[in-house]
Every structure is written in structure tokens, then in C-alpha cells.
């Protein structure tokens, strides 16, 4: 099936030690998406790619970089992962950009200690 | 700014009930709308959608109403069942815009 794949499903990180989370779809979808969750809060977007085009929200900190090798896998590196980075990460994609079709993976939970 | 919100952050169900969860806009531009179901450990799962030139659309045990008038938003569960507990998410889009997500409202469904 199609499907949208987050790895690891669960990762831990030592404060300061950059750490890189992956997604990848089998979707062909041109536009992927990188939101973070934090507990009981509704998904705030990072940033997405369209195709290879990088757009990256007002307020998302410069510690979160993000890389599209292909079409295919959309990686979301912390720099120097800090205690408030902990949350759920959560990788979604599109056919175009905007709300029509969207598909979630199921997330990667960091934890930094 | 712009803005999403849900009116309740949780909502206890007896099942086999009707669940109805709310969700008011105030993005006057928006002209798509999602309700997303999330289950503890996983991501957002779509549920049902509407467009803006629509004010109701039925889904498998599911409506979703929109009323433009006053920017609200919600979505009707028929016969509540334990697995639809659940953080159920309204999001909303302008044109080819972002997604923006609602604070959430939890279902607890009561067996």
C-alpha cells in the first residue's frame, strides 16, 4: 500500500547531539511536510518542500534544517536538540501544496535527555 | 492573527450515542476544512472534509456541517463506538495555502 513511513518510530537524544529523523512516501506526492507535536497541543508546521523548492515558517527556529534528497525521502535534522525539541514529529505529504490529500506517517517520538 | 480553536477539550460519550464536536474559524479566507482523528502514538488520521460551497457532507457514520455565517465547524459521529476515542483535529486551508490545525477536542467514549 502507499503509505507515508516514519523512522524510528521512537528516538532518544542527548541534549546538544544533532539527531536526524527520516520520512519517506511511495506516494510520488510532490509536496512533504514536516509538523511537530507537542504533548496535548495540534501540530505546528515546520516547514515543507515542494518538489525542491524549501519553505520554511516565520517562526520555526534555525536549529531545525531540513533536507530533500528525492522525491521520494524528506529528512528533518535537529542541530542541537534542546529539552523543549521533545515532542512527536510528524512527517505528512501532498499531491500539490495545500490541504487536498493529505497523508500523515505515523510519527517519530524524541525524547532528549 | 488567524486563527482555529475548538470550543471543549474534552468530550465524554456513553456508547452508542451521537457525538458532536465543535470548531470555530476565523480565517474568513478559508475555503477547505478537515476534521482529522488521532490515536494515541499515531498520526492524524483524515476523517471527513468540506469545501466552503457546501454546508453539510455525510461521511460512513460521520457528517461534517459548516456554517459560514458565523465561522463554525463540526462533526457529528453517529453511534459511538470505544474505537473512536480518539483527539479529533479541525484544520482548515485557504486556496493552496498551509494546513492549519485546531487545539483539539479528546473524545472519551464511555462503554
Known amino acids: 500500500d502507499a503509505m507515508v513511513i516514519q523512522n524510528p518510530r521512537y528516538q532518544v537524544t542527548q541534549f546538544g547531539k544533532p539527531v536526524t529523523l527520516s520520512c519517506s512516501q511511495t506516494l510520488n506526492h510532490n509536496v512533504m511536510y514536516w509538523y511537530q507535536q507537542k504533548s496535548s497541543q495540534a501540530p505546528k508546521l515546520l516547514f515543507h518542500?515542494?518538489?525542491?523548492?524549501?519553505?520554511n515558517e516565520a517562526d520555526t527556529p534555525d536549529n531545525f534544517q531540513s533536507r530533500r534528497p528525492n522525491t521520494s525521502f524528506c529528512f528533518l535534522d535537529i542541530r542541537s536538540p534542546g529539552l523543549g525539541d521533545a515532542a512527536m514529529y510528524l512527517c505528512?505529504?501532498?499531491?500539490?501544496?495545500?490541504?487536498?490529500?493529505?497523508?500523515f506517517g505515523s510519527g517519530t517520538r524524541l525524547t532528549v535527555v | 492573527g488567524e486563527s482555529v480553536g475548538l470550543h471543549l477539550p474534552t468530550l465524554s460519550v456513553q456508547e452508542g450515542d451521537n457525538s458532536i464536536i465543535n470548531c470555530a474559524y476565523s480565517?474568513?479566507?478559508?475555503?477547505?476544512f478537515i476534521w482529522y482523528k488521532q490515536e494515541s502514538g499515531k498520526g492524524p488520521q483524515f476523517i471527513i472534509d468540506i469545501r466552503s460551497n457546501m454546508d453539510k457532507r455525510q461521511g460512513q457514520r460521520v457528517t461534517v456541517l459548516l456554517n459560514k455565517t458565523v465561522k463554525h465547524l463540526s462533526l457529528q459521529i453517529a453511534a459511538t463506538q470505544p474505537g473512536d476515542s480518539a483527539v479529533y483535529f479541525c484544520?482548515?486551508?485557504?486556496?493552496?495555502?498551509?494546513?492549519?490545525f485546531g487545539t483539539g477536542t479528546k473524545l472519551q467514549v464511555i462503554p
Open positions: 518542500y515542494y518538489d525542491k523548492d524549501f519553505n
Open positions: 505528512a505529504t501532498s499531491a500539490t501544496q495545500g490541504a487536498y490529500g493529505y497523508t
Open positions: 480565517n474568513s479566507a478559508s475555503d477547505y
Open positions: 484544520a482548515e486551508s485557504g486556496g493552496y495555502q498551509k494546513v492549519t
